[in-house]
């Protein structure tokens, strides 16, 4: 990591010393480096005591206003980050340090010395952003070229070994509303067929689910592991509608996305 900040990066501070006029901070993520807090940058009005916001070993959200390499001066301001960005920064910080985690069992499992380890981790965040988003693509890809990664095919295989019983696959969810009218006597009849037929296509990795929204329209959701598998098991369902509304009379048809 840089050994500074850049101008306007959302960075974690833990409170060191308040004074009347402000507050001396360490930056957790760059090796505890010195940063300060005016008391103009604490919140969006005027402060009369610094100790109703702030106190000593409190963890915050803070956004980088000044950076002076040359006199290793850094400023941080936390009325100028919203709750949004205050959450969000932390949810990344989390993952960050869970992928790092991941990444030394690597090391240690592979027996990788400091350079090769070095190297390898470079590569990932140069190819991907960060170490998360890395395992993350690498658990969801089925095939990964890590020889375009920089990675020897030994060392990759180890990798994602790992990163799978680390990282779970994010679950594909698919919806579908579609209607289903009937004008015969004994319509409804047909329709429960219909969506219990719907419901009995569900396999090992797609579950099913039918919402009702008010006659005549329906959602489907499909939910799988596996975008592929459930992609080709709603069109498989579609098709399956429109063949059974042709057989019993009923009037289908979906909306489009």
Known sequence: MNQYPKLGEFVLVKVKKILNYGAFCSLIEYD??????????VAPRWIKNIHE??????????????????KDHIDVSI?????YEAKNKIKLYRQEKRASKIFELFVKEAQLDAQTADKTK?????HFGS??????????????NFKK???EENLGKKLLEIVSKNIKKS????KKVFSLVSYAPNGIEFIRKALKEIENEKTQDCTIEIDYLGAPN??????????????KLLDKIIKKLENFSKENNLIFSVQES
């Open 53 to 70: 916001f702030l106190h000593e070993g409190q963890t915050l959200v803070a956004r980088v206003i000044k950076v002076d390499e040359e």
């Open 171 to 174: 679950e594909a969810r698919l």
């Open 122 to 126: 470079s590569n990932l965040i140069e």
């Open 32 to 41: 505890n480096k010195e940063a300060f807090l005016h008391i103009s940058e």
């Open 149 to 151: 990664l920089g990675i």
């Open 79 to 83: 009325k100028k980050v919203s709750e």
């Open 131 to 144: 170490l998360f988003d890395a395992f993350s693509s690498i658990a969801e890809e089925e095939k990964i």
């Open 218 to 231: 329906y959602q489907i959701v499909i939910k799988s592991k596996d975008a592929k598998a459930a992609s």
